[in-house]
């Protein structure tokens, strides 16, 4: 038996899920946000251990400081069967726990997993800053 073709259709509807987690992330909506990730979902964010799971997502976006815009541009989607890859950029500004604010961008490289309903949440994903890593402390 083989996978079904991936479809036009298929790479629409990854991209709305791409389009809602922006949206819920940008509305700190965390359960609408963990809608759009599989149960067993891992991302790897820059300078740190991946996330596990879906809580541990989740997690991750209650505890980073309020968006304050959000762009995710999409440059190439495709797909075999029930795995779809997408790539592109994203940029952000936020507002920190002082006040204050950061802004960064980057890349991302992502696989969303299609579903029994049709849904391509989030599987795996890997996104970097352009910006350099925090330097270290200074020492003594």
Do not use: C
């Amino acid at each position: 038996m083989s996978a079904p073709a991936f479809s036009d259709a298929d790479a629409a509807a990854v991209r709305t899920n791409i389009e809602e987690y922006r949206l819920a992330a940008l509305a700190g909506e965390w359960d609408a946000l963990g809608a759009t990730l599989t149960a067993d979902v891992i991302a790897f964010p820059p300078n740190q251990a991946p996330l596990i799971g879906r809580e541990a997502a989740v997690a991750f976006g209650k505890a980073f400081p309020k968006l304050t815009s959000f762009t995710v541009t999409v440059d190439e989607v495709s797909g075999q069967g029930d795995l779809a890859y997408t790539r592109g950029t994203y940029a952000f500004t936020a507002t920190t726990a002082d006040g204050g604010s950061m802004s960064d961008g980057g890349s991302f490289l992502e696989i969303h997993r299609r579903q029994a309903d049709g849904s391509w949440p989030y599987y795996r994903w890997i996104w970097h800053s352009d910006s350099p890593p925090p330097a270290p402390p200074a020492t003594k």
